[in-house]
């Protein structure tokens, strides 16, 4: 896909903005901004770092910190296929509308293998607030020791819901022309690409909240620094992990090619689905064992 | 408070009638999950915080992809729906209002609601509910999930193409 | 806090608005929907007299109407489908017969 970049994605701000003759206005407009306002709404309830004290006040780095932070996550990625549909839906072109279902369908099954193994990081914690998951992962207690084959499992879903390589069917041009965003132009067609870049973003911030400690860093804490710069350090060593995903991303899209649409429905609901099955029961079993049933 | 309810409310009202009124039914989905919005933040007004973010989950989250999915799939926005005689639209309509006078005046006239416990903004919690869910209804909770599972496998063998 | 009647209102409101939808559309997608918007007003007023009564009993039966308007949709629109298959309409008075 030669626009994906984001070098060309700037170019939309001054491109024509087409409107097909036959598309339902009202929700091909309304579309694009579904998608880019979910996309961004997901930061709200993720912590971006410690606590600042400035001027005798202490900020969080946090939007809001929400009891039900992880639920308020999954809803939030679930309204995002609203944006897809109606998009491709309005276009009122057939290869708009098989790429829109093509995603939906792509984005609601791997919704499922995605849940189930942040069940098993909730089960562990005890909590579904994000801010409270990260502070228990402090020191070098990383989740990812304890949740390997989550991780696999969320990181699997994470590419899938973000319609990346190898899984971005919707928009697989050989097949389909243009996917979803067929009959988009300019800035609408900028909002979902952009919306694409902000979910990646969003789900290598997960990633690295859930699994790996989020703004904490090993052994940080026996340096003796004072408490704002060990905040700044900690918000700087969580983007440093949101990029090393975000690298992570673009390294998997130049390596693996393109999956069938059998296969990737396969591998969501008769491999993923299944693994994270077992694993959140694995790790049910296991704290169970562990607090002596 | 106030305010924020008497908004949602005509919020959560307008759209309910956009659900009935709109020819689209692609539109009809669209009201409809605002009124489903409406109902979660008058949750989340409740201090329901943990149900509100369920009712979004599996109401727009899920149901009404499915009728989305649905509607596409059959493409049934082209058809036109044979409308009813003007007087069965009207008889309609004058019975549903009347059923709404009538639910309203009977709660009117049962006087005031007493509450049994006194306030606690901390029934909402997830620890509370989960208390209650796997203490006091757990065989429902386990029966639900059967009806799950037979729904999940009565949807499939239903919209499975029969092979000849 | 706003008083429980306001909430009555609300969801008889709601609930009336859903039978007014049943008695007067012939979408059978439609009528689906309006059965669902019935079941959120009732939720509606169990969140409400939950809170009121501070028990949490109301909100877990809020699930379970939850999970039954989940296989509702499931199956009914599994059945749709099939009805669709056979005879492409969805207007609900075509299906008046169970043999065809």
């Not at chain 1, 491109?15 to 998608?35: C, M, R, Y």
């Not at chain 1, 860093?217 to 992990?241: H, S, Y």
């Not at chain 3, 669902?36 to 509606?44: D, I, K, P």
Request: charged residues 10%; hydrophobic residues 55%; proline residues 3%.
């Amino acid at each position: 896909m030669v626009y994906c970049s984001p070098w060309l994605t700037e170019q939309s701000f001054f491109k024509e903005d087409f409107t097909p003759a036959h598309a339902d206005k009202f929700l091909f407009n309304l579309a694009p901004g579904i998608a880019m306002f979910v996309a961004l709404i997901t930061g709200a309830a993720i912590p971006w770092g410690g606590t600042l004290h400035l001027f005798g006040t202490d900020y969080a780095l946090q939007i809001a910190d929400l009891n039900i932070g992880i639920l308020y996550i999954s809803g939030v990625v679930s309204i995002g296929v609203y944006g897809i549909m109606l998009g491709g839906w309005a276009s009122n072109n057939k290869f708009a509308l098989l790429g829109a279902i093509r995603a939906s369908s792509q984005m609601i099954s791997y919704e499922i293998g995605m849940g189930i193994a942040i069940i098993a990081i909730v089960m562990m914690s005890g909590s579904l607030s994000l801010d409270e998951i990260v502070r228990q992962q402090a020191g070098f207690h990383w989740n990812i020791f304890y949740q390997p084959i989550g991780f696999l499992i969320f990181i699997t879903c994470a590419f899938a819901e973000c319609n990346r390589t190898p899984f971005d069917l919707p928009e697989c041009e050989q097949e389909l022309v243009g996917g979803y965003h067929t009959e988009y132009s300019s800035m609408k067609l900028g909002f979902f690409m952009f919306s694409e870049y902000v979910n990646m973003f969003i789900s290598s911030a997960l990633m690295a909240s859930l699994y790996f400690g989020g703004y904490n860093m090993p052994f940080i804490d026996q340096l003796g620094l004072p408490q704002n710069v060990l905040t700044l350090l900690g918000t700087a060593f969580l983007f440093a992990k949101i990029f090393f995903f975000i690298f992570f991303f673009m390294w998997i899209r130049w390596t693996i090619p393109r999956f069938r649409y059998d296969q990737l429905m396969h591998l969501g609901w008769k491999v993923l689905m299944p693994l994270a099955i077992v694993n959140m029961l694995l790790t049910g079993g296991a704290i169970l064992l562990k607090n002596g049933l | 408070m106030e305010i924020l309810f008497y908004l949602l409310a005509i919020v959560a009202i307008a759209s309910a009638l956009g659900v009935v009124l709109s020819k689209n039914p692609v539109y009809s989905v669209l009201s409809l999950i605002c009124t489903f919005f409406a109902i979660a933040a008058q949750y989340i007004l409740l201090n329901a915080q943990f149900l509100a973010a369920v009712h979004i989950i599996v109401y727009a989250g899920a149901i009404m992809v499915l009728f989305l999915f649905v509607i596409m799939l059959l493409n049934l926005n082209i058809l036109v729906e044979t409308q009813r005689f003007t007087t069965a639209r009207l008889t309609a309509a004058f019975t549903g209002g009347l059923l709404c006078l009538v639910l309203i005046a009977a709660l009117r006239s049962a006087g005031d609601i007493k509450a049994a416990n006194p306030a606690n903004a901390k029934i909402g919690l997830i620890e509370n509910l989960g208390m209650t869910l796997f203490n006091q209804y757990l065989l429902p909770f386990e029966v639900s999930s059967l009806l799950f599972l037979a729904a999940m496998v009565g949807a499939v063998v239903l919209a499975k193409k029969e092979i000849a | 806090m706003i008083p429980l009647d306001h909430y009555i209102y609300l969801s008889s409101i709601l609930f009336a608005i859903g039978v007014t939808g049943v008695l007067m559309r012939r979408n059978m997608i439609v009528l689906f929907m309006c059965i669902e918007l019935m079941l959120n007003a009732s939720n509606l007023l169990l969140v409400a007299l939950s809170q009121y009564h501070s028990d949490s009993a109301a909100q877990v039966f809020v699930f379970f109407v939850m999970l039954v308007a989940a296989a509702e949709a499931a199956v009914g629109l599994a059945i749709l489908v099939m009805l669709y298959r056979n005879n492409p309409t969805t207007q609900i008075d075509v299906w008046n017969r169970l043999k065809n």
